[in-house]
């Protein structure tokens, strides 16, 4: 072998380990997006609990509020699923726009039910006390939902800019690895 097979041979080689570290880079931060998204999950869960159990004293209670209240579980079913749908492709755009589209209609939905509910005039005493502690776990969990979406958001957009780097968006196109969706 002459010098100049030997240094195609380095050159190769040197190639080859980089796109490997770039792959396993950009693993490891599709990776993160899945840790991020459990958290997020375990909110979205509590919430969805804490609306659910809400929906019930709320329509024995104000009968006349029975279409804000089906309109809530409706949302809260649409929720569920999209959230499923994420779980099983945390790193999927399509999969973020139908869950971010799901909590937009949740949230409009809710509105209207949290309006009813933090009304203490409207609550006997008997009902407003765990009334009271649903709201606070709905309140406790839409915090968290704020939180762990902003780190969610935040570990996307870092695997998105790493993916879009130019050597790395070859190995990333190759691979095929798509860029991930903002919540």
Not at 45 to 50: E, P
Request: net charge neutral.
């Amino acid at each position: 072998m002459d010098r100049a097979q030997i240094a195609a041979l380095v050159l190769a080689a040197v190639i080859v380990f980089w796109m490997l570290g770039a792959y396993n880079r950009l693993i490891g931060l599709r990776n993160s997006i899945n840790a991020a998204f459990v958290q997020l999950d375990e909110a979205m869960a509590q919430r969805s609990q804490a609306a659910l159990a809400l929906a019930a004293p709320l329509r024995a209670n104000l009968p006349n509020e029975e279409v804000a209240l089906d309109a809530l579980l409706s949302a809260a079913t649409l929720l569920q699923q999209a959230v499923g749908a994420m779980k099983l492709r945390p790193a999927s755009a399509a999969n973020a726009q139908a869950l971010s589209n799901a909590t937009t209609d949740f949230n409009a939905a809710a509105s209207r039910v949290r309006v009813l509910a933090e009304q203490p005039s409207a609550w006997r005493p008997d009902v407003a006390v765990p009334v009271a502690q649903l709201l606070a776990a709905w309140h406790d969990a839409e915090a968290r939902i704020a939180f762990t979406r902003q780190h969610f958001n935040q570990t996307v957009v870092g695997y998105n800019e790493a993916a879009d780097q130019f050597p790395t968006r070859l190995v990333a196109r190759a691979c095929g690895l798509p860029p991930a969706g903002l919540i």
